[in-house]
């Protein structure tokens, strides 16, 4: 519905907001610690949201209406 559509984009405004405002930070303070550390906790979140959509999109398909 319209009120489901605004409050979802709402949401996501939200967290592109955040990301834009703490991501470089968190990546800054990463990067202080170990050069390697940024790229490796992205791959590591990249991996686990796909696994995720994955099995979101697997299990959608198998369920019958």
Not at 8 to 30: C, D, E, H, K, M
Request: aromatic fraction near 8%; charge should be positive.
């Amino acid at each position: 519905s319209r009120h489901q559509q605004g409050q979802i984009a709402g949401v996501n405004g939200i967290f592109q907001g955040l990301g834009l405002a703490l991501g470089p930070v968190t990546g800054s303070l990463l990067y202080a610690v170990d050069i390697r550390l940024p790229y490796v906790l992205a791959a590591i979140l990249f991996l686990l949201l796909s696994v995720h959509a994955w099995g979101t999109h697997t299990m959608r398909n198998s369920v019958e209406v």
